[in-house]
């Protein structure tokens, strides 16, 4: 041993060494301890959550994900909670096997990626800006009134926030930050383990403008670390600037998505919200009736028909879609349907349309025979060269921003020679629990779906002529989902079946669409 030899024994002294090493060795594995044990309280914690989630959706869970609070909620704890959950655990290195299985079920396919997250906050923006939610009342689960759901957690609104933000839709960031702050605030002592979370607002608050938020994130970070350099930083650029200007509360630009022109887009939103309605004089002479169309079937059971305006003709007619014919078309379009495109030649995924949707080709299926006839003696159109129906879905906070069924300028669009898309017929397949109608904003007309229904109107004049008065959206779901099939048929095969007027009449368009 020689001069290796320490004789810690014959020293008080080394032994005092030692003593103060393994102080030291067990000062590192009280922390550890600490850290291990607070890695399981916080995990225990996550468990209560999503267990406490889970057993309000014991009994029926397709109720309980069909409000936007909660499906936002769940899609936020699949795509963020469970994989910084698996991240805790791996680095712990102690539930290997827990992490393995976490992993098999985060890499399979069907999870949930970050762009369901995306999808999901716009979602909530949509409905806060289309129905002039509350964002406090949303976070405390309440939609139109309604208790939906739980309160929304601090970091729940904080992601939403930051989704928006990615998204660049700054105004919609704000509110969504704040009320974040506000239940951070209410539910946690500023205290070490805050820093890291308050330098998180600060960074988004100075990012989207909101200086005071962003000042008051900093001082309460210098409070707990008063030499913390980003939030000295922040402070002294903020205080500075505002000695120069004068600072404003609210953030310093506006970006919306490039459809909306906001002219349009707020006329529609307060149609959807029927803010914007029909005066008396105008809905008067509208009714119901049975309508038999001369057809001698019809003559035993007629069709009820609502008439949801004259000019563009708009109707309903009620109970004209069995549900075993929802099933087949649902069950045919489930094998393709995809995120739904807009465009008629170069068609592309846009958030201007944020539904799923596949066309079903129905000559395939013999027994949708009966449901064939029934559109052409509803329409008393010819439907010879109709094929397939359009089956479309939207989630919550889906919608379809106004357009037009007809094809606009182009002349390229898929089998020209048959013409425009003269009407188009919309069966209602499924209730909406809420929102989620049809609104026709020039028309002032905003239609509730009833699920078997179908709606049907015009998108030409008589004269051929493409009618703008007809344009059309399908507004923000709130709650619940909304499937719709559409048919379109086509202007030039009509040619013996609507009278065909030869005055140029698209000068309606311009008169009618004062608002
Ligand atoms: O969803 C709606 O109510 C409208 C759908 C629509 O206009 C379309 O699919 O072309
Ligand atoms: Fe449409």
Redesign the pocket.
């Known amino acids: 041993m020689g001069s290796c030899q320490k004789d810690y024994f014959s020293s008080i002294k080394s032994l005092e060494k030692l003593y103060h090493t393994e102080e030291t060795l067990l000062k590192h594995a009280k922390d550890y301890s600490i850290f291990l044990k607070a890695q399981i309280d916080k995990f225990r914690k996550f468990i209560e959550v999503i267990q406490d989630a889970h057993s309000k959706a014991d009994e029926n869970p397709s109720a309980f994900i069909g409000n936007p609070i909660d499906s936002f909620s769940l899609i936020k704890r699949l795509v963020e909670d469970w994989r910084i959950t698996k991240s805790q655990v791996e680095n712990s290195n102690i539930f290997e096997e827990i992490s393995s299985r976490i992993d098999s079920i985060i890499s399979s396919e069907e999870y949930p990626t970050e762009d369901e997250l995306t999808g999901s906050a716009e979602g909530f923006s949509r409905l806060r800006d289309v129905y002039n939610l509350d964002i406090s009342e949303m976070a405390s689960g309440f939609i139109s009134g309604i208790k939906m759901a739980d309160s929304m957690s601090w970091s729940d609104c904080f992601y939403v926030g930051k989704k928006l933000y990615e998204m660049g839709d700054y105004n919609n960031t704000q509110p969504w930050i704040r009320e974040a702050l506000d239940k951070f605030t209410k539910n946690h002592n500023d205290d070490q383990d805050s820093v890291e979370i308050l330098e998180s607002f600060t960074n988004i608050t100075v990012a989207i403008n909101d200086l005071d938020t962003a000042l008051n994130t900093s001082e309460r970070i210098l409070k707990i670390q008063p030499n913390h350099k980003s939030a000295k930083f922040t402070k002294d650029t903020i205080e500075k600037l505002s000695s120069i200007f004068v600072r404003k509360s609210n953030p310093g630009f506006y970006v919306r998505n490039s459809y909306i022109s906001v002219r349009d887009y707020k006329h529609y939103e307060a149609v959807c919200r029927d803010e914007i309605t029909r005066s008396p004089s105008e809905i008067r002479d509208l009714h119901c009736k049975y309508e038999s169309y001369r057809v001698p079937f019809l003559k035993i059971a007629p069709f009820k028909l609502e008439i949801i305006n004259f000019d563009p003709l708009i109707l309903m007619f009620h109970g004209v879609l069995y549900n075993s014919e929802t099933l087949l078309l649902k069950a045919r379009s489930l094998p393709t349907i995809g995120r739904?495109k807009v465009g008629i030649v170069k068609s592309e995924i846009s958030n201007e349309?944020t539904?799923h949707?596949s066309y079903v080709n129905i000559r395939d299926e013999p027994s949708l025979k009966n449901f064939v006839q029934r559109i052409e003696d509803m329409t008393q159109l010819n439907i010879d060269d109709f094929n397939s129906v359009?089956v479309?879905n939207?989630g919550i906070g889906g919608?379809?921003a106004p357009?037009h069924?007809h094809f606009g300028k182009s002349d390229s669009y898929p089998q020209y020679h048959l013409g425009d898309r003269i009407s188009?017929s919309?069966f209602y397949a499924s209730e909406v629990d809420l929102g989620?109608?049809?609104?026709f904003p020039l028309l002032k007309v905003n239609?509730k779906?009833v699920k078997g229904s179908l709606?049907f109107w015009y998108n030409l004049y008589s004269s051929g002529e493409q009618d703008n008065r007809a344009m059309?959206?399908?507004?923000p779901v709130t709650k619940g989902s909304?499937w719709?099939f559409?048919v379109w048929l086509r202007f030039k095969p009509q040619f013996q079946k609507r009278k065909c007027d030869i005055e140029d009449d698209s000068w309606k368009s311009i008169r009618n669409t004062k608002h």
Do not use: E, F
């Open positions: 739904s349309r539904s949707s359009q479309a939207y919608h379809y357009h069924d188009t919309m989620g109608s049809t609104a239609v779906p709606l059309h959206a399908g507004c909304k719709i559409n």
